[in-house]
């Protein structure tokens, strides 16, 4: 619970917690910003990528450290689950690969921070005890979606880039049936297919993270009451932790694996 | 739950990012990664050619080994061989020497003796006249007998 600032009820103590730090007048607007996914995204991306690459600079080829080692494995373990998956020849798919499980597996592990940590320390920094702050960018469907969509226009990019438009039309237009009257049943049942594929990717990820967060709110919320409660409180709160470790490596993995089919499916010439 | 501009500075930032990654930093980590696999390939193919290798050299070594002990007996019996010659060669220079000797002693014998019988048959003869002068004791012509005597002397 809040030390700082009055005591809040559940609801508002949740509702707190599932309030973005906005920009803009209008927090309903489309042009305003979520400030906190934004900072905490590009922070761990940015936290990514200067590790990988300090690492990568100083990459001896002889006996590894520690640290090398670790980031080997797991570019090695994104490389060869690409090159199982992913037969044409492209030089974007497995950093993106690597890009993707990463960074989603480093937003996804904010969760596991206990929830009123980092908006106690935004609150202090602000000098407001209404300072609102969400540390897991994935359970922010803009950042998910923003994934999504990225991994969309890859998918639409190369279908044209390898099959051509007409290929690509024809893709969307003669199947599962090819005959020519069927054409507008096919293209409704292959455009909800092409569509339903960032729709999917952007709202798993979502959605397990946003429950997994608001799980560890309502468990936060137990801490408020008495002793009792408060014990059973951190059992679960451990129990939850534990699994969470599990769902939040795997998503990030379900996140990859279907980019990299989904990228080698639109090489894929019928 | 609202969309909003979140969603594009998300999708730049995510594209800038793959992009970072693609030219910085995948190329490096995996540049590492296959150097030291073809290090370790080419180590594990060393250590397989330094098997091989010392097992050629053990052959190698025993077959010399194995030579050099023909070469040993036959040095050695050759020796043998020779020794025995030598002892053969010895043996006979040894006989031919002492026969010689043997042969010569007595031809030196053989010489002696028939000096010595020479001497002696002169010496008789002279006696012999000097014994009949000595019987006759009247002046005979020694030279007129001197031609009986020496058959006589010869006749001995």
Known sequence: MSATGEALTPQEYIEHHLTHWGSGVDPNAFWSWHIDSLLFSVGLGVLFLWLFRSVGKKATTGVPGKLQCLIEMIVEFVDSSVKETFHGRNKLIAPLAL???????????????????????????????????????TADLNVTFSLALGVFGLIIYYSIKIKGISGFVKELTLQPFNVKAMIPVNFVLESVTLIAKPISLALRLFGNLYAGELIFILIALMYGANVAIAALGVTLHLGWLIFHILVITLQAFIFMMLTIVYLSMAHEDH | MNINATLIGQTVAFFIF???????????????????????????ADADRAAKDLELAQVKASEQLKEAK???????????????????????????????????????????????????RKQLATLAIVGAEKILERSIDEAAQRDIVDKLVAEI
């Open chain 2, 70 to 120: 023909a070469t040993a007996n036959e040095i050695i019996e050759s020796a043998n061989k020779r020794k025995a010659q030598i002892i053969d060669e010895a043996k006979a220079e040894a006989d031919a020497e002492r026969s010689k000797i043997i042969a010569q002693g007595q031809a030196e014998i053989e010489a002696e003796r028939n000096r010595v019988k020479e001497e002696l």
């Open chain 1, 99 to 137: 890009t993707i499980f990463v960074w989603v597996f480093m937003m996804n592990f904010m969760d596991m921070i206990p929830v009123d940590w980092l908006p106690q320390v935004a609150a202090l920094i602000a000098g407001d005890h209404n300072q609102h702050l969400r540390v897991v960018p």
């Open chain 2, 18 to 44: 793959v992009w970072f990654c693609m030219k910085f930093v995948w190329p490096p980590l995996m540049s590492a990664i296959e150097e030291r696999q073809k290090r370790i390939a080419d180590g594990l």
